[in-house]
């Protein structure tokens, strides 16, 4: 659930992209298998490089956040947008330094020189020249600027590139150390920096020192949830809370079919879903040694529910057939039911795409179960950020503290003044106020909505839906209900260096495949078990010998 809906473009185009990498340890894998500066953690260096945590108390949410477990919390809702804006930055952050900053873009690139930038560069008080580049062709842009050692001052990294980009090589040689700035309480002098919490500052903690700056950060990072359409459901008398097991949404899946009328209760549950049978969301320890998701009963056991699920004519055959593009229009038009997704499905623009296709449509999610309906249902949690910027090691140590506090002002929270110009520019110039909301002037539709500077810095999400304040109360209505169940992984933000080899066993891609055809009922589950045979021998237990005596016994589970 991001803040503005220029944000969720970029959003969607991470998770095409990405898939469940967010979810992953933070890994970067090297050409060989030699010895790196950077590597994991310890559990003592981790704690002395990550900056203190201080919540921001400047700008008030409709909605609180609530707590759940460790690192884990819902994001605070806002019904509408603030309607007099807090400044939290006193006077302008910079002193006149120039600079060169390179982000990704998914979308038209502004062009150099326009009003928005040069507002931007007077109200932080530094020239920096903003030179965004293609997202999609990102992973092999930034390699030939490493290589030749001519990156820019200021560059975002994403972490499902990290093996790409080799960022725990980079980090301490071509990437600054952020420690002796933002360890501990010095963080206070950055109060908007504080406020993003350490969960996301440990995503940028590479050989236990800091070098990422977070961006778009959540307490409340999980693979997904089985979204359904409420409207449709709730007109049958079928609501959230009477599907508590795997057998419930069978069931429901069977009532909700109605093939001849070209409706189908599903679409694709497999990511979203698997670990709900208990298996783990890749490793676990059982009595002292790391056990593979693949090794796992609990595996078996989803995968032969999916593989049921495939056979029973209970999914779109479109679906069946691996056409995930068109998942949402198939869910709009009501030919789709129940369907897997991001927990960004809530949103305005979702409700206005839905709405489009159908004035009555609403989304619903299912609360997290246990697959058993007995077991305590546990949800995995994926980093608090996939997105990381950072500064360029050849800076002086005054010039990283110019830049550190125009980061300050990007991560201004969500309806400070400071916000309100990074993203949406100058009232009356880029945006103007509707029915309360700031909204994009031609001006601001060329030049602002496609963002850049947020992608340097910017402050932890929020709910924010404008126009439907219902769509925020639903969403976190459902997070608060939920958060209980966000268990950490094992291996929990673990930077790791990890050898190409290694890294590509890991992917186990052929065992993927494998699995895909499986839940869409193309293979058995004796061929998965096969696949996990092959892929065991050949570089499966190579895999994991890596990972116990590399990350396990040096530095624990992250847990």
Not at 226 to 249: C, H, M, N, P, Y
Request: charged letters at 15%.
């Amino acid at each position: 659930m991001r803040t503005e809906l220029n944000r969720r473009t970029f959003v969607n185009a991470a998770a095409s992209i990405a898939g469940t990498a967010a979810l992953a340890p933070l890994l970067s894998a090297c050409g060989g298998g030699g010895d790196h500066k950077s590597g994991a953690n310890t559990a003592q260096g981790l704690k002395a490089a990550l900056p203190a945590h201080v919540p921001s108390t400047s700008v008030k949410p409709d909605i609180p956040s609530v707590a759940g477990g460790p690192d884990a919390a819902t994001d605070p809702g806002f019904l509408s947008y603030p309607s007099s804006p807090a400044t939290t930055v006193s006077g302008v952050p910079g002193k006149g330094g120039s600079y060169t900053a390179v982000t990704p873009l998914w979308g038209t690139v502004p062009p150099a020189g326009n009003s928005f930038y040069q507002a931007m560069n007077k109200a932080l008080g530094v020239e920096l020249t903003m030179k965004p580049a293609d997202g999609n062709n990102y992973h092999t842009i930034v390699p030939t600027m490493t290589v030749a050692q001519k990156l820019p001052d200021w560059i975002q990294l994403p972490t499902w590139w990290n093996a790409n980009f080799n960022v725990g090589a980079l980090a301490g040689t071509q990437l600054a150390d952020l420690t002796p700035h933002l360890s501990g309480d010095k963080i206070k002098k950055y109060p908007n920096l504080a406020a993003i919490p350490s969960g996301a500052w440990q995503t940028g903690v590479w050989g236990d020192k800091l070098y990422g700056i977070p961006c778009f950060s959540t307490s409340f990072a999980i693979p997904g949830v089985t979204f359904f359409r409420r409207d449709i459901l709730e007109s049958r008398g079928i609501t959230a809370g009477q599907v508590k097991s795997a057998d419930d949404l069978m069931s429901l899946g069977k009532e909700l079919t109605d093939a001849k009328r070209g409706v189908w209760a599903f679409d694709d549950l497999w990511t979203f879903l698997y670990t709900s049978w208990g298996g783990p969301l890749k490793w676990r320890v059982d009595n002292g040694k790391l056990v593979h998701l693949f090794e796992t009963q609990e595996f078996l056991e989803a995968l032969d529910w999916h593989h049921r699920l495939a056979k029973s004519g209970y999914m779109h055959p479109d679906a069946l057939a691996g056409d995930v593009a068109n998942g949402n229009t198939r869910f709009y038009s009501g030919k789709v039911l129940i369907q897997g997704g991001g927990t960004s499905g809530f949103n305005m623009a979702d409700h206005q795409a839905g709405t489009a296709a159908d004035k009555n449509y609403r989304r619903g999610a299912f609360d997290i179960f246990a697959a058993d309906g007995r077991s305590k249902p546990v949800v995995y949690m994926g980093g608090s950020t996939s997105m990381m910027s950072y500064l360029n090691a050849r800076l002086k140590p005054a010039q990283i503290e110019e830049l550190l506090s125009v980061a300050n002002y990007l991560a201004a929270p969500f309806g400070s003044a400071e916000y309100t110009m990074a993203n949406f520019g100058v009232e009356g110039v880029h945006h103007t106020r509707v029915n309360g909301e700031p909204t994009y002037t031609d001006d601001g539709k060329k030049f602002v909505q496609t963002q850049t500077f947020p992608f340097l810095s910017a402050p932890s999400a929020v709910i924010s839906s404008p126009g439907d304040a219902e769509v925020t109360k639903y969403a976190a209505a459902w997070q608060a209900a939920n958060v209980k169940a966000l268990t950490k992984p094992l291996f929990w933000g673990m930077n790791y260096t990890m050898p190409q080899p290694i890294a590509t066993a890991e992917a186990a891609q052929a065992v993927a495949d494998i699995i895909k055809d499986c839940y869409h009922g193309k293979k058995k589950v004796s061929d998965v078990q096969a696949a996990v045979s092959a892929w065991k021998s050949g570089s499966g237990d190579r895999l994991k010998q890596w990972m116990t005596e590399n990350v396990l016994e040096k530095y624990g589970t992250g847990q």
